[in-house]
């Protein structure tokens, strides 16, 4: 059997085969499964199978700390962050899901929620806009307080696609789900009671089938998205605004830190780079100098 695997926790996952749900366990300790992922199955019994082989993804996303991967989905063609007027979001968390996004080569919006607490707007607007001034679409919306409006911004963002949502708790991405998807919270359980993960229905990361086949994924809140796993190089080309300056430095071996004569370096003093995103950079080289796995 074929199957789409809509959601994980821990070594545990159910599979969609043709609108049935299976109990997957790998064969095993090997947990190299993600949500999205297309897998080939030996069922065991009635609602249970194992799984052989997965098959060749098109993309993959996934965060590292020094120790270890945590596989976030598979196959995504574009990556939803949402942020909100309240409470304040972290730029750091940002702009590293935006790395991630352009290392694995998937296609990177924001959503700016809760558009209605006018006092907020400007500032959380205001720093949206330095994602939207780097080619990253940004779509203002308010899940509660104007919902067809949030529906008409997004349906047409989200169809034929196979998306992601991240972000971190309190964004009001639960509230965006649940719009988009009239019967997430009956899902949610039905996932939840299959999985055995009693009332722990928010640690899971769930597949939700949107009319026209496309998907979108909800993964739990998360505070830290580490990228332990990039290379210097893809670090370099994952920063979209570094681009127009790569290959220009003198040295062809440049890190963009401190070499004299870097085009990169260049570009930052002259304010066509934001400080707070060549900071990041140094961060991210930094850390991927400590992987231990």
């Known amino acids: 059997m074929s199957g789409t695997i809509i959601a994980a926790h821990g070594r545990h996952y159910l599979a969609d085969v043709n609108c049935e749900k299976f109990q997957c366990v790998t064969r095993g300790k090997k947990t190299n499964v993600a949500v999205g992922d297309v897998v080939h199955l030996v069922q065991t019994s009635e609602n249970q199978a194992v799984i052989e082989k997965i098959a060749e993804r098109t993309t993959l996303l996934y965060r590292s700390d020094q120790y270890k991967s945590k596989l976030l989905a598979a196959n995504l063609s574009r990556l939803f962050i949402v942020v909100a007027t309240e409470p304040g979001f972290a730029d750091d968390l940002v702009s590293r899901s935006l790395v991630a996004a352009e290392a694995a080569g998937i296609e990177a919006h924001l959503i700016l929620n809760k558009t209605d607490v006018a006092d907020l707007l400007p500032r959380a607007r205001e720093r949206a806009g330095v994602y939207g001034a780097l080619g990253y679409p940004v779509h203002e919306v308010s899940a509660t307080a104007n919902p067809e409006h949030a529906l008409a911004v997004l349906q047409p963002l989200l169809a034929g696609q196979s998306s992601i949502f ?20 009956i899902a949610v359980r039905e996932i939840s009671a299959a999985l055995d993960t009693g009332k722990h229905t928010t640690t899971f990361t769930r597949l939700y089938w949107l009319p026209d086949g496309a998907s979108i994924i909800d993964s739990p809140g998360f505070q830290e998205f580490g990228l332990y796993h990039l290379s210097e190089g893809m670090l370099e080309r994952a920063f979209v605004e570094f681009k127009p300056y790569l290959g220009g430095c003198k040295y062809y071996n440049c890190r963009h830190l401190a070499e004299p004569q870097c085009a990169v370096l260049t570009a930052l003093a002259e304010g066509k780079i934001a400080r707070h995103r060549h900071e990041l950079y140094g961060q991210l080289l930094h850390e991927s100098a400590q992987t231990l796995y």
């Open 166 to 185: 991240i972000g971190q708790s309190g964004m009001g991405k639960s509230s965006l789900i649940n719009l988009l998807v009239p019967d997430a919270d």
